[in-house]
C-alpha cells in the first residue's frame, strides 16, 4: 500500500485546554482532585515523591471540597510559586486523610486452596508455582467502604458496589485492561464468583459513564484502555455458560463500543473506500493529576502553550493505549517530547474492536440469535454461529470491518500488520509486539493460514523468539522507556503465544 492511499479527513489544529475531570463528571470534587491551585502547589512543593499519593488522599470525614479550597485560597492568596512546602504540608495533613483509607480488604468466599484446574498442571514445579500464585488472591482483594457511595464529594476513588481485585502497589483501584488477565485468573483458579463480580463493576462503571475509566478513579474520567469488557465477559461465559449473565451484558458491551465509535473513530479513505478506524485519543490537554510533577517536568522544554497541550493530550493517550512509555508513539523513536500518539492508528486497538464485534455477533448467537450460515462455514473459532438477524447483523458488521483492517494495516513487502501514521503517511514496519495481537483477536480470514505462517516468519526473522525472558515488547534499544526492549510484557506474551496457538499452523 503506497503512502497516498490512506487519507485522513479530520485532523485537528488547535487544542483547547481540557481538563481530566470537571464539574459535569465529577461535581463538588474536580477542583481538588483534577485540577486548581491546591493541587498545582502539592505538585509544586513536591509534597509527595510520587504525584499519585496526594490525588488519591479523601477529605477528611466533615470536611467539604468548597469550604476547603475557600480556606486555601483565604490562607494563600500569593502565587503557587511563593508557596511554602511546610505550609502546604500542615494544610493537607489538616483536611485529609492517608491515601488507601477509603478502600478495605475483603475475604474471598470462593477462594480454595487447591483449585481443581491446577491439577492438571503436570510439572510439579509449575504446579507449585501456581499454588503461590493462587494465595496471592486474599491480599489483592478489596471493596469500596460505604462512605464513598453516601459521600462522593470527599473522595478521589469511584465507587463501585461489588468487590473486587487490584494490581498492587501504588494501584490501589481497580484497573481496566489488567482486569482482563486478572478475570482469566480467578476463573482458571476456580473463583467465578469473585470474576463475575468484577466483570458487575466494569458493567456499573459503563452504565454510569458509557465507557469503562483508565482506573477507578475520577481524574481518569477522559481516558479508558484497550477495550477488553467484551473479552472479560466471553471469557467468563466460556467458563459458566451462565446465559442469564450473558443477556444482562450485550447491551452492555454494546453501549460500550457505541463510546469507541463515537469519541475514538476517525473516518479515512483507503483506495477511495471510506471507512472508520479508531485511536488512541483522550480529549485531556492537561498534566496527568496521578502523574503531574512529571508530565509537568517532561513538557518545560517545549516553549508553545499550544504544544504543550498537545504534548499533555498525547501522554494521556499513550496511557489509554496501556503502553505508557514506549518509542512506538516518538516521532523520533527515542524522546518523549516528540511523542504523537494521536498521529498514529494502531493496530492493536483495532484488532481489539474487531474481536469485540466478533464476540457481540457470536453471542447473540449463543442466546439463540445466532450468526447468520455463511459465517458458520468462514469461522474456525470456539464460538457457536448459527442463523438469526441480530447475530447475523454484527458478525457481517465483523466480516467488513475485518477486510477494511487487513486494508489499514497489512504491508505486503513486510509481512506484517504495522500501526499506520497520518503525519508521516506510512507504516511503522520496526517490530512492535502489537503486530502479533490480530492473531490473538483472529481479525483475519479464517480459512487462510498465510497471514499467521507470515507473521511467525517475520517476528523469527527479527530475531524476538530468541530471548530467553520472553518476546520483548520492542527493539528500540535508546528510548529507555518500559514498553521498549528489554522489556517483556506478560499481557503481549501471552497474546502471542494464544494467537499463534489459534492459528493452528503447524510451526
Given at each position: 500500500?503506497?503512502?497516498?492511499?490512506?487519507?485522513?479527513?479530520?485532523?485537528?489544529?488547535?487544542?483547547?485546554?481540557?481538563?481530566?475531570?470537571?464539574?459535569?463528571?465529577?461535581?463538588?470534587?474536580?477542583?481538588?482532585?483534577?485540577?486548581?491551585?491546591?493541587?498545582?502547589?502539592?505538585?509544586?512543593?513536591?509534597?509527595?515523591?510520587?504525584?499519585?499519593?496526594?490525588?488519591?488522599?479523601?477529605?477528611?470525614?466533615?470536611?467539604?471540597?468548597?469550604?476547603?479550597?475557600?480556606?486555601?485560597?483565604?490562607?494563600?492568596?500569593?502565587?503557587?510559586?511563593?508557596?511554602?512546602?511546610?505550609?502546604?504540608?500542615?494544610?493537607?495533613?489538616?483536611?485529609?486523610?492517608?491515601?488507601?483509607?477509603?478502600?478495605?480488604?475483603?475475604?474471598?468466599?470462593?477462594?480454595?486452596?487447591?483449585?481443581?484446574?491446577?491439577?492438571?498442571?503436570?510439572?510439579?514445579?509449575?504446579?507449585?508455582?501456581?499454588?503461590?500464585?493462587?494465595?496471592?488472591?486474599?491480599?489483592?482483594?478489596?471493596?469500596?467502604?460505604?462512605?464513598?457511595?453516601?459521600?462522593?464529594?470527599?473522595?478521589?476513588?469511584?465507587?463501585?458496589?461489588?468487590?473486587?481485585?487490584?494490581?498492587?502497589?501504588?494501584?490501589?483501584?481497580?484497573?481496566?485492561?489488567?482486569?482482563?488477565?486478572?478475570?482469566?485468573?480467578?476463573?482458571?483458579?476456580?473463583?467465578?464468583?469473585?470474576?463475575?463480580?468484577?466483570?458487575?463493576?466494569?458493567?456499573?462503571?459503563?452504565?454510569?459513564?458509557?465507557?469503562?475509566?483508565?482506573?477507578?478513579?475520577?481524574?481518569?474520567?477522559?481516558?479508558?484502555?484497550?477495550?477488553?469488557?467484551?473479552?472479560?465477559?466471553?471469557?467468563?461465559?466460556?467458563?459458566?455458560?451462565?446465559?442469564?449473565?450473558?443477556?444482562?451484558?450485550?447491551?452492555?458491551?454494546?453501549?460500550?463500543?457505541?463510546?469507541?465509535?463515537?469519541?475514538?473513530?476517525?473516518?479515512?479513505?483507503?483506495?477511495?473506500?471510506?471507512?472508520?478506524?479508531?485511536?488512541?485519543?483522550?480529549?485531556?490537554?492537561?498534566?496527568?493529576?496521578?502523574?503531574?510533577?512529571?508530565?509537568?517536568?517532561?513538557?518545560?522544554?517545549?516553549?508553545?502553550?499550544?504544544?504543550?497541550?498537545?504534548?499533555?493530550?498525547?501522554?494521556?493517550?499513550?496511557?489509554?493505549?496501556?503502553?505508557?512509555?514506549?518509542?512506538?508513539?516518538?516521532?523520533?523513536?527515542?524522546?518523549?517530547?516528540?511523542?504523537?500518539?494521536?498521529?498514529?492508528?494502531?493496530?492493536?486497538?483495532?484488532?481489539?474492536?474487531?474481536?469485540?464485534?466478533?464476540?457481540?455477533?457470536?453471542?447473540?448467537?449463543?442466546?439463540?440469535?445466532?450468526?447468520?450460515?455463511?459465517?458458520?462455514?468462514?469461522?474456525?473459532?470456539?464460538?457457536?454461529?448459527?442463523?438469526?438477524?441480530?447475530?447475523?447483523?454484527?458478525?457481517?458488521?465483523?466480516?467488513?470491518f475485518r477486510g477494511q483492517f487487513q486494508k489499514v494495516f497489512w504491508v505486503e513487502r513486510?509481512?506484517?500488520?504495522?500501526?499506520?501514521?497520518?503525519?508521516?503517511?506510512?507504516?511503522?514496519?520496526?517490530?512492535?509486539?502489537?503486530?502479533?495481537?490480530?492473531?490473538?483477536?483472529?481479525?483475519?480470514?479464517?480459512?487462510?493460514?498465510?497471514?499467521?505462517?507470515?507473521?511467525?516468519?517475520?517476528?523469527?526473522?527479527?530475531?524476538?523468539?530468541?530471548?530467553?525472558?520472553?518476546?520483548?515488547?520492542?527493539?528500540?534499544?535508546?528510548?529507555?522507556?518500559?514498553?521498549?526492549?528489554?522489556?517483556?510484557?506478560?499481557?503481549?506474551?501471552?497474546?502471542?503465544?494464544?494467537?499463534?496457538?489459534?492459528?493452528?499452523?503447524?510451526?
Amino acid at each position: 500500500m503506497t503512502p497516498q492511499e490512506i487519507v485522513w479527513e479530520n485532523e485537528d489544529k488547535v487544542k483547547d485546554k481540557i481538563q481530566t475531570c470537571d464539574q459535569y463528571n465529577a461535581p463538588g470534587r474536580y477542583m481538588i482532585y483534577c485540577q486548581g491551585k491546591l493541587l498545582q502547589a502539592v505538585m509544586a512543593t513536591q509534597l509527595y515523591k510520587d504525584s499519585k499519593t496526594f490525588v488519591d488522599q479523601p477529605l477528611k470525614e466533615g470536611r467539604e471540597g468548597a469550604k476547603v479550597l475557600a480556606e486555601f485560597e483565604r490562607m494563600f492568596p500569593q502565587p503557587v510559586a511563593e508557596i511554602k512546602k511546610e505550609d502546604v504540608r500542615a494544610f493537607v495533613d489538616a483536611n485529609f486523610d492517608q491515601e488507601g483509607h477509603e478502600l478495605k480488604e475483603c475475604q474471598l468466599a470462593d477462594w480454595s486452596a487447591y483449585p481443581k484446574k491446577f491439577q492438571l498442571i503436570k510439572d510439579p514445579k509449575l504446579r507449585h508455582f501456581a499454588q503461590q500464585l493462587n494465595l496471592i488472591w486474599k491480599e489483592l482483594c478489596r471493596e469500596v467502604k460505604p462512605v464513598v457511595k453516601n459521600y462522593p464529594e470527599r473522595f478521589s476513588l469511584i465507587y463501585v458496589p461489588h468487590p473486587f481485585v487490584v494490581p498492587g502497589g501504588r494501584f490501589r483501584e481497580f484497573y481496566y485492561w489488567d482486569a482482563y488477565w486478572i478475570v482469566k485468573g480467578l476463573l482458571i483458579s476456580g473463583m467465578t464468583d469473585t470474576a463475575k463480580s468484577m466483570i458487575l463493576n466494569f458493567a456499573h462503571m459503563i452504565n454510569n459513564y458509557g465507557f469503562v475509566p483508565n482506573g477507578g478513579r475520577i481524574y481518569y474520567l477522559r481516558r479508558s484502555q484497550p477495550p477488553l469488557f467484551a473479552p472479560m465477559v466471553y471469557e467468563y461465559y466460556q467458563a459458566t455458560r451462565d446465559k442469564d449473565l450473558i443477556r444482562e451484558m450485550l447491551p452492555v458491551i454494546e453501549k460500550e463500543y457505541n463510546f469507541w465509535t463515537s469519541n475514538r473513530s476517525l473516518p479515512i479513505t483507503v483506495n477511495g473506500e471510506k471507512m472508520n478506524m479508531f485511536q488512541y485519543r483522550t480529549p485531556s490537554t492537561v498534566p496527568r493529576p496521578e502523574s503531574y510533577r512529571e508530565d509537568v517536568m517532561a513538557a518545560e522544554s517545549i516553549p508553545e502553550e499550544n504544544d504543550k497541550r498537545a504534548f499533555y493530550q498525547n501522554i494521556a493517550s499513550a496511557a489509554e493505549a496501556g503502553w505508557d512509555f514506549s518509542a512506538r508513539w516518538f516521532a523520533d523513536k527515542a524522546t518523549l517530547t516528540t511523542i504523537e500518539t494521536t498521529n498514529i492508528i494502531p493496530v492493536d486497538l483495532n484488532a481489539y474492536i474487531c474481536y469485540n464485534l466478533h464476540i457481540m455477533g457470536n453471542l447473540h448467537g449463543e442466546l439463540g440469535e445466532s450468526a447468520s450460515q455463511h459465517e458458520r462455514t468462514l469461522s474456525k473459532s470456539s464460538f457457536s454461529p448459527g442463523n438469526s438477524h441480530k447475530s447475523a447483523a454484527w458478525i457481517d458488521e465483523y466480516i467488513k470491518f475485518r477486510g477494511q483492517f487487513q486494508k489499514v494495516f497489512w504491508v505486503e513487502r513486510a509481512k506484517g500488520w504495522y500501526d499506520y501514521n497520518l503525519r508521516t503517511k506510512k507504516h511503522n514496519t520496526d517490530f512492535y509486539a502489537a503486530m502479533a495481537i490480530p492473531l490473538f483477536t483472529q481479525c483475519y480470514e479464517p480459512l487462510s493460514m498465510i497471514k499467521p505462517d507470515e507473521i511467525y516468519g517475520k517476528m523469527e526473522e527479527m530475531g524476538v523468539f530468541s530471548y530467553t525472558g520472553g518476546i520483548p515488547t520492542s527493539l528500540q534499544k535508546h528510548s529507555g522507556q518500559q514498553w521498549d526492549f528489554p522489556n517483556g510484557w506478560s499481557p503481549l506474551n501471552h497474546m502471542i503465544i494464544e494467537g499463534l496457538r489459534k492459528s493452528d499452523d503447524p510451526r
